[in-house]
């Protein structure tokens, strides 16, 4: 897209008059586009998905009307399928946003929180925006198709069964799939979740102790001691220490054979 038609296409999605469109490649994927509109200068992100990636086209401007937790939407582009161009999303732009994990990851949880409450009884409807449901079972079967020829691999299936089975009467949530340090920015409404391609309806306790695996890496341990004892109590569910564990060793089994060799192909989502 050249500067004019963008232009163009930041007046409509503004409703304002956009001058002076610059472009700064981010990724391969994706590009910070600064411009004035009333005699300000902004900034917003332009993103583009193929249609195996596309969750995000669908999920965000949804979660966008739900909580001020999600990036802001400002337009998005399905093009029909007779039509050879690429899906796109015109997202604020926090790229240069801070870690939330750098002030404290207690806000990352109540913005998880947040939106989990928003969307509780959204299930058809996100089912019909595309997301998939994984439960702790599924992402245990991947785990063992996923090993099944190495020497390992009956005993690492066995791990990551018995870890779903601890998690069975775990709630289904929607599941943000990457939650972390990297996906938690601070903007001026507080604390954002972004990067929601590997979203997905299961257990949300996965969420938790992923970002306590985070901040403990970042060598933060004491900041992540109670997340998941807070998240439980603000459900109103006991949390035995069996399905904690459990719910660790499957995330922890899930990152380790399932996200690495996803990513190069389909950013890591659970399917």
């Known amino acids: 897209m050249t500067e004019a038609p963008l232009a163009a296409m930041l007046s409509r999605a503004l409703g304002t008059e956009v001058t002076d469109v610059t472009r700064e490649p981010l990724a391969d994927t994706s590009e910070r586009v600064r411009f004035r509109s009333a005699g300000e200068e902004r900034s917003l992100v332009f993103e583009r998905h ?3 990636d596309a969750l995000e086209i669908q999920l965000l401007p949804f979660l966008a009307r739900k909580s001020a937790h999600a990036p802001v939407v400002h337009a998005r582009g399905i093009p029909p399928r007779t039509v050879d ?5 015109l997202l604020e732009d926090l790229t240069a946003a801070p870690s939330a994990c750098d002030g404290h990851p207690a806000g990352i949880l109540e913005a998880k929180m947040a ?3 928003a969307t509780a ?12 449901e994984c439960s702790p079972e599924r992402i245990a079967d991947l785990v063992a198709a996923a090993v099944a020829d190495r020497s390992e691999g009956a005993a690492v299936a066995a791990e990551a069964r018995e870890a779903a089975r601890r998690l ?15 996906t938690a920015v601070v903007a001026d409404r507080g604390v954002v979740l972004r990067d929601w391609g590997a979203a997905h309806l299961g257990c949300a306790l996965l969420d938790v102790v992923r970002l306590i695996a985070d901040v403990v890496e970042r060598g933060e341990a004491v900041l992540g001691i109670g997340l998941s004892r807070t998240y439980a109590e ?3 569910l006991i949390l035995p220490t069996e399905v ?3 719910a660790e060793k499957l995330g922890s089994l899930s990152r380790r054979y399932l996200e690495r060799s996803q990513n190069a192909a389909t950013g890591g989502t659970i399917r």
């Open 115 to 117: 939106i989990e409450a």
């Open 121 to 132: 009884r959204d299930a058809p409807a996100l089912r019909a925006l595309g997301v998939p």
């Open 50 to 52: 193929t249609e195996a």
């Open 234 to 236: 603000r459900l109103g």
């Open 168 to 182: 069975q009467k775990w709630p289904m949530a929607l599941v943000h799939g990457r939650l972390g340090c990297g």
């Open 85 to 89: 161009a690429p899906q796109w999303l």
């Open 244 to 246: 904690l564990r459990g």
